[in-house]
RNA sequence: GGUCCCGUCGUCUAGCGGCCUAGGACAUCUGGUUUUCAGCCAGAGAAUCAGGGGUUCGAAUCCCCUCGGGAUCACCA
């Protein structure tokens, strides 16, 4: 049974890269038929945020990567809440002490400050010194009687190798005395993430544990972790992270990182993913655009690559326009209605639909471009020569008909009538109606507007 | 700094020893359609495959070194 899962930390607004590595745990194990898992790792009780959670899943639900199992929709494995599951790492971590696995420090912060300043300064690795180590038994036993505060640290031996096999770039090899003694249980007994993934995963049946490439430095720990329990390891995947355009971590100071950003810009969920997974990962025929569920019949850790691929929002963009382009007109007259919480008609937003699909690239495009179908804009400052306006209002007065192609056939007379240039002219006429020098077809948009608001709109000016 | 990962057009990538005088997409530029802007159509430029050594009849593809970039080194995840 193929179990993957999200371990997510809810410390803040939903993260694309997050979004990122969801999409590729839901598809592999829907394309296996598995089950795919969101967990919450909320074992900093200073970083949770309250409504982090709910927002998580409000994320999961706009994109449709409903989870199988978590916290709204329990299932055999839960909690799935890792504050509720503090009993179970107690014991797990007390396994290992038992096992001489992990050991009792009670080391003050200070002294560990002190030590990692010292290493830092001679320029080695800051690791823990393995000072309580070789506390005796009954040391220990007094001072956990005398109820002195501990954490329980990870045993890391000596000059051996730790091995670990990435899915994406082989075998991985790592040397102990590059690991340190992780904290695997915090004085306010909660557990750091290594014990509490390790312990869940494994409880959780995970099959593959997904996650970004960040990670993989530390996997030794977990490695040794498995080992020590006698657990079966499941398959490792360190998925590549996104970077911004100078190759770091993508970051908001560089990029749009919030899913509320995307959602707010008017992107299509299902166009997001489309675009996310086409980094690190390519259709075998070179496809660009396609569907979730045609990834999910394609998709195979095996074939992302391992480069951290920079985020284009151009090419975000260009995807989404296509998506618009290819909508049926009135889904995307739903969809902006929509987007704009309903406040235009939706009667005038449906005509505008044919003219301004082909112009959009997000939701957010469509105001700017269509504001003055639902009032009147004037900026006169784009008006050159406003000497014929009123010629232009008698005319338009004449045209029984109000048609487009009627309309533009009374107009294009009137320009020959004035002998003015047909650019100039149309541009003035557009700058009247409008209010702006770019816009839709105009003779299209006067006909959506109506002769009377038309007319009223040259009156005003003229 | 130690450790680990990575390195094909500006960007996302195809490529898995001969089909590569390196293909596609976005972006850029040019022309066409045109009453603006888009869209559409046509075309162009853009990677000495990070560099240097090997291996081989033959290397973007295999090996080694160098360089470059990134990640990580908390009682954070």
Redesign the pocket.
């Known amino acids: 049974m193929i179990r993957t899962r999200a ?1 997510i ?1 809810p410390t803040g607004y939903p993260h694309i890269g997050t979004i990122y590595q969801v999409l590729f745990d839901y598809a592999f194990a829907h394309k296996h038929k598995g089950k795919f898992i969101v967990r919450i ?1 909320d ?2 009780k200073e ?1 949770t945020v309250a409504d982090a959670e709910e927002k998580v899943f409000k994320a999961l639900d706009w994109f449709k990567l409903v989870e199988d199992e978590s916290v709204r929709k329990t299932g055999p494995y839960g909690p799935y809440r890792q504050s509720d599951r503090l009993d179970i790492y107690k014991k797990y971590a007390q396994e290992l002490i038992n096992k001489n696995k992990a050991y009792y420090c009670f080391c ?2 200070d002294r ?1 400050d002190e030590i ?1 300043q010292k290493l830092q300064k001679e ?1 080695k ?3 823990y010194d393995k000072h309580c180590l070789n506390l005796d038994k009954k040391t220990i036993d007094q001072k956990l009687t005398n109820k002195e ?1 501990y ?1 329980i640290r990870l045993y890391v031996p000596k000059d051996i190798k730790i091995k670990i096999k990435d899915e994406l ?1 082989g075998e ?4 102990s005395n ?1 690991v ?1 003694d992780q ?1 695997l249980l ?3 007994g ?1 557990p ?2 290594f014990l509490a993934v390790v312990v869940d995963d494994h409880l959780m049946e995970i099959s593959h544990m997904v996650r970004g ?6 996997s030794a720990k977990i490695v040794l972790l498995y080992e020590y329990f006698g657990w079966e390891k499941p398959v490792f995947v360190h998925t590549p ?1 996104i ?1 911004n355009p ?4 993508f970051s908001k100071r560089q990029g749009h990182t919030n899913v509320s950003w995307y959602q707010e810009q008017g992107f299509f969920p299902e166009v997001i993913l489309n675009y996310l997974a ?3 990962w ?1 259709h075998p025929q ?1 496809k ?1 655009i396609f569907t979730l569920d045609e990834f999910i019949k394609l998709f195979d850790f095996k074939d992302i ?6 985020f ?1 929002l ?2 975000l963009e ?1 995807m989404n ?1 296509v998506h618009i ?1 290819e909508s049926q007109d009135s889904n995307l007259k739903t969809q902006i209605y929509n987007f704009y919480q309903k406040k235009y008609p939706v009667e005038l937003i449906e005509k505008t639909i044919p003219l301004i699909k ?2 959009i690239k997000k939701l957010s495009d469509y105001l700017p471009l269509c504001e003055f179908f639902f009032k009147p804009i004037h900026d006169l400052s784009l008006i050159k020569d406003r000497s014929y306006i009123k010629e232009i209002h008698k005319e338009l007065e004449k045209v029984s008909d109000w048609k487009a192609d009627i309309i ?1 056939e009374s ?1 294009q007379a009137l320009v020959k009538k004035l002998n003015v240039k ?2 100039e002219f ?2 003035t006429l ?1 700058v009247a109606i409008t209010g702006k ?7 299209k948009s006067m006909e959506i507007l109506g002769k009377e608001e038309c007319l009223k709109r040259l009156g005003q000016l003229g």
């Open positions: 371990a930390s790792e074992t900093d970083r003050s912060k560990l990692r320029g690795p800051p690791m505060s954490i770039r991985v090899i790592f040397d590059s340190d904290v915090k004085s306010d909660y750091t993430y490439e960040e990670w993989l430095t530390s992270i970077r100078d190759r770091s971590k086409l980094m690190g390519s070179g660009e690559s391992p480069v951290g691929p920079v284009d151009n090419k260009w326009g382009r082909e112009r533009g107009m047909t650019g149309f541009m557009r020098k770019i816009s839709p077809p105009l003779n």
